[in-house]
C-alpha cells in the first residue's frame, strides 16, 4: 500500500533509495545532506532495507565503492553536496566509462570559499560533462520519485544518473507525499539485470589500456546512450504515471499555450516562478514558465519546439560560468541557436549561496526583461546595492556591502 | 623445506612485463595460491600496462582497473556487491608503492580502520616506475631516481607502511618478496585463512630498470635485500603479535644489497649516510626481534589468551 507521510527532502531520498531496493550504499556526511544516509543507515541497521551501507572516508571514495560495487552488479546509491560532489569528479567519470547505472542524489549547495551551505547549482553544474544524467527535483516527492525514475533510465542505457535537489529549501523542508507501494515500485523498476559482474567464470578486464583506434568508439557510445536516455526519460515518465501515478517528463510547460514571455528555470526555485507568473497574468501579461527537469540529457527538441515563436525568454540560473553567463541560459541558446522562430535569449544570474529567490524576485526580472531590447549574456540580480544589470567594469560592488555597514 | 607450487596456472605467458620485473614473477605466484574464486582491482601503477590491452588479458580471473588511489575502496564495493549476493569470491587489491604508501594510502586506511574483508597486496618497486623512475615515499634513503638525481638523493628513509598497517590492528599483515617463494606463499595462504577482515601483505619487488641493474640479478638483489635485514620477512596478526618467519644465517652487510644496483650509487659514495643506513637497518631489525620475542613471551604466558 502506498501512504501519505510527511518527509523532509533528504528523508524522502532515502524513502526512493530503499524504494529502489539499493544493494549498496556508500557515503559520506557532508551538510545538507547528511540526513539521507542517517536515515538509509537507520535503515539498513532495521533490517528493512537488504543492502551493504558502507561508511567510507571521503566522497571520493563513496563514489569509487559504488563503481566497485556496480561493476560486480549490484545497484548503489550515494549521496552528496557541494564539496563532496566536486571531490567525487574523477570516479564521476571512472562510472560512465565503465558504464555503470549508478544513481546519486546530490542536495545541491554553493562552492566554497567562502563556506556556505546554501542552496546553489554550481556544484552540479560543474560536473556537467562528465556524462551522468541530471535531474533537477522541485518538490519533496520528486526527490524521491526521481530516484526511481532515473534507475529505470540508467539501467537500460548503462549510464549513471544524478537528481540534484536544492539545500535546505528541499532538503531540510517537510512536505506531505506519496510514498509508493514497494510491490508497485518493484513493477516498475525491476532488479539489476548488469551485463557482466566481475564473474570468476568470465575472467574479463574491465577499464584496461585502450589504443587509440578503440577510444574514440567508446566515447561515441556514451554519446549515443545518452541520446537514447533522452528518449526513455520521456517512456519511463509516462510509465510511472500508469504504474505509480504520476507522470513526468524531462521538460514541463506552465500556462506557455499563450505566453509570449517565457521564464526559464530549474529546481525549488520553479515553485515561485510558477506563482510569480500568476500574478504577471494579473498584470495583464502573457507569461509562461518552461521548467527545465533534466539537464543531461539536454531535451533540445522539446525547449525548440516550447520556446519557438516567443516574443522574450528569461532563463534564472541559480549558478555561473564566469567569463561567460549562467550555463541554463547558455545551453538554451545554444539549441535555439540557427532556429526559425528563435526568441531572444536574456540570462538572468539570481539567488548565488542561497540568495533568496523571492515571488517578487521573478516579477522584477520581468519588469527589467521587459524594458530591455537587447538581450545580455549574463544580468545579475539582486546584488547589493546594485540595480538588475551585467557586470560592470567600474563596479562599485567592493566599497558596499558589510564594510560600509561596519562604519 | 618440502614445498610444492600449485601446477594451476592463472598467468598467461607473454605479459608486458619488463625482463625481470618483481611484480610480473610475484603476481604469478600469489594467483597460484588464490585460486579460481577471486577478482583483482589494479589501480594505476605498472599493472595497468602488464595485464595488456584490451582484448589482450593476462590473467584468468576478473580484473577491474580503477583510479590511482582507489584500489581498496573499489575492492570493498566489489566485495559488498558480491556479499549481497550471496557469493563468497576473494577480493584483491593489488596495488604498486604509489597507489599503497601515497595517493592510494587514504582510501588503504579507511577499508583498514573499517577492516574490510579484502587482500591488500602491495609490490613495492620504491618508486613510481611506471611513469619512469620517480621518488615515492617508499624510497629509501639515500636513493637516486629521476626526481631525487645524484646531486639530492632521496633525503628520507622510507615510510613504515607496515607500521601503520599494524596500528590499524588489521587480523594479518606481513611482509614476503618472491625470492622467498615458500615464504610468500605461506602468507598469501594465511591471509586466505583469515579471511572476514583485511589483509596486507607488502611485497619488495625488484624492478631492473627503475634499481638501475640486470634483469637477470633481480631475484638475488631481493634476496639480498632479506640477507641484509634491509627487508626482514615478518608478520603481525591483529597488529600486536609479530613474528618473524626467515632468519638470516649470518649478519651480511648492507652494501652487498645496494652494490647490486645503480640507483644507490649516492649511498654508497657517501659514507656517513651508508653509516646512517646501516644503523638504521640494525636498528629496525633489532626492534622486530624485540616484537618478536615479546609476542613469544605472551603466547606462552598464562594471560596470552587476552591477546585476542
Given at each position: 500500500m502506498s501512504e501519505r507521510l510527511l518527509l523532509t527532502g533528504n528523508h524522502a531520498a532515502a524513502y526512493g533509495a530503499m524504494l529502489a531496493r539499493a544493494e549498496v550504499i556508500s557515503a559520506y556526511p557532508i551538510t545538507p545532506q547528511t540526513m539521507i544516509v542517517e536515515l538509509l543507515s537507520e535503515l539498513t541497521a532495521s533490517g528493512r532495507l537488504a543492502a551493504k551501507f558502507i561508511t567510507v572516508e571521503s566522497e571520493h571514495s563513496a563514489m569509487a565503492a559504488c563503481v566497485g560495487a556496480s561493476a560486480a552488479g549490484a545497484r548503489a546509491y550515494t549521496a552528496t553536496s557541494g564539496q563532496g560532489l566536486a571531490l567525487m569528479h574523477e570516479m564521476l567519470h571512472w562510472a560512465v566509462g565503465a558504464r555503470l547505472p549508478i544513481v546519486l542524489t546530490n542536495v545541491s549547495r554553493a562552492m566554497a570559499p567562502g563556506w556556505s551551505i546554501w542552496s546553489d547549482q554550481t556544484d552540479i553544474i560543474s560536473q556537467r560533462d562528465v556524462g551522468w544524467m541530471m535531474l533537477f527535483a522541485e518538490s519533496v516527492q520528486e526527490a524521491q520519485d526521481f530516484i526511481i525514475w532515473m534507475y529505470r533510465v540508467a539501467e537500460q542505457v548503462f549510464l549513471p544518473g544524478m537528481v540534484a535537489m536544492d539545500a535546505f529549501?528541499?532538503?531540510?523542508t517537510a512536505e506531505p507525499i506519496i510514498v509508493h507501494d514497494q510491490d508497485a515500485v518493484d513493477a516498475y523498476l525491476p532488479g539489476f539485470e548488469p551485463l557482466y559482474d566481475l564473474d570468476p567464470t568470465q575472467p574479463r578486464a574491465y577499464g584496461g589500456l585502450v589504443n587509440r583506434d578503440h577510444y574514440f568508439e567508446l566515447r561515441y557510445k556514451i554519446f549515443e546512450s545518452m541520446e537514447r536516455a533522452g528518449r526513455l526519460l520521456i517512456e519511463a515518465g509516462d510509465e510511472f504515471a500508469e504504474i505509480l501515478g504520476r507522470r513526468y517528463s524531462p521538460v514541463e510547460g506552465y500556462m506557455l499555450d499563450d505566453a509570449e514571455i517565457v521564464i526559464v528555470s530549474a529546481g525549488a526555485m520553479t515553485s515561485n516562478v510558477r506563482q510569480a507568473d500568476k500574478d504577471l497574468r494579473d498584470r495583464g501579461m502573457k507569461a509562461g514558465l518552461m521548467r527545465l527537469?533534466?539537464?543531461?540529457?539536454?531535451?533540445v527538441a522539446e525547449v525548440r519546439r516550447l520556446l519557438a515563436g516567443r516574443r522574450k525568454v528569461a532563463v534564472l540560473d541559480r549558478n555561473m560560468s564566469p567569463g561567460h553567463s549562467g550555463v541554463f541560459a547558455q545551453e538554451i541558446r545554444s539549441a535555439l541557436a540557427g532556429q526559425s522562430g528563435a526568441p531572444p535569449v536574456y540570462g538572468y544570474v539570481v539567488g548565488l549561496g542561497g540568495r533568496d529567490v523571492r515571488v517578487e524576485t521573478v516579477t522584477e526580472v520581468v519588469d527589467d526583461l521587459m524594458a530591455r531590447d537587447v538581450p545580455e549574456l549574463a544580468l545579475f540580480v539582486d546584488v547589493k546595492g546594485l540595480p538588475i544589470g551585467p557586470v560592470r567594469p567600474d563596479s562599485t560592488i567592493n566599497r558596499l556591502g558589510p564594510l560600509e555597514v561596519a562604519r | 623445506m618440502r614445498w610444492a607450487v600449485p601446477e594451476a596456472e592463472f598467468m598467461d605467458p607473454g605479459?608486458?612485463?619488463?625482463?625481470?620485473?618483481g611484480g610480473t614473477l610475484s603476481m604469478r605466484l600469489v594467483l597460484k595460491e588464490l585460486g579460481d574464486d577471486a577478482i583483482a582491482v589494479l589501480p594505476a601503477c605498472c599493472w595497468s600496462i602488464i595485464d595488456g590491452?584490451?582484448?589482450?588479458?593476462?590473467?584468468?580471473i576478473p580484473v577491474f582497473h580503477t583510479a590511482f588511489e582507489t584500489a581498496a575502496v573499489v575492492a570493498t564495493g566489489i566485495k559488498a556487491a558480491k556479499q549481497i549476493k550471496g557469493k563468497d569470491t576473494t577480493v584483491v587489491a593489488w596495488a604498486g608503492d604509489g597507489g599503497t604508501f601515497d595517493i592510494g594510502l587514504q582510501a588503504l586506511s579507511g577499508a583498514a580502520e573499517r577492516n574490510e574483508d579484502i587482500v591488500f597486496i602491495c609490490y613495492d618497486n620504491e618508486a613510481y616506475m611506471n611513469t619512469g623512475i620517480q621518488r615515492s615515499s617508499a624510497t629509501p634513503l639515500g636513493t637516486w631516481t629521476t626526481t631525487t638525481p645524484?646531486?639530492?638523493?632521496?633525503p628520507r628513509p622510507k615510510k613504515d607502511i607496515m607500521g601503520i598497517m599494524a596500528a590499524h590492528r588489521i587480523p594479518y599483515a606481513a611482509t614476503a618478496t618472491v625470492a622467498y617463494p615458500d615464504d610468500l606463499s605461506r602468507k598469501v595462504r594465511t591471509a586466505l585463512a583469515a579471511k572476514g577482515g583485511m589483509r596486507f601483505l607488502h611485497l619488495l619487488s625488484a624492478c631492473p630498470p627503475g634499481w638501475k641493474m640486470a634483469a637477470d640479478d633481480a631475484i638475488e638483489a631481493m634476496r639480498r635485500a632479506v640477507q641484509t635485514n634491509v627487508f626482514p620477512l615478518y608478520e603481525v596478526r591483529d597488529g600486536r603479535e609479530y613474528k618473524i618467519t626467515h632468519w638470516p644465517e649470518a649478519e651480511v652487510d648492507v652494501a652487498d644489497y645496494f652494490s647490486l644496483q645503480g640507483r644507490f650509487a649516492p649511498l654508497l659514495a657517501d659514507d656517513a649516510l651508508l653509516n646512517l643506513v646501516r644503523n638504521n637497518v640494525r636498528e629496525r631489525w633489532w626492534f622486530l626481534v624485540e616484537r618478536h620475542q615479546q609476542s613469544l613471551r605472551k603466547a606462552s604466558s598464562p594471560d596470552g589468551a587476552h591477546l585476542h
Open positions: 529549501i528541499l532538503s531540510h527537469v533534466a539537464f543531461r540529457p539536454f531535451p | 605479459t608486458l612485463g619488463c625482463q625481470g620485473c590491452p584490451w582484448p589482450v588479458h593476462a590473467l584468468n645524484d646531486e639530492r638523493p632521496e
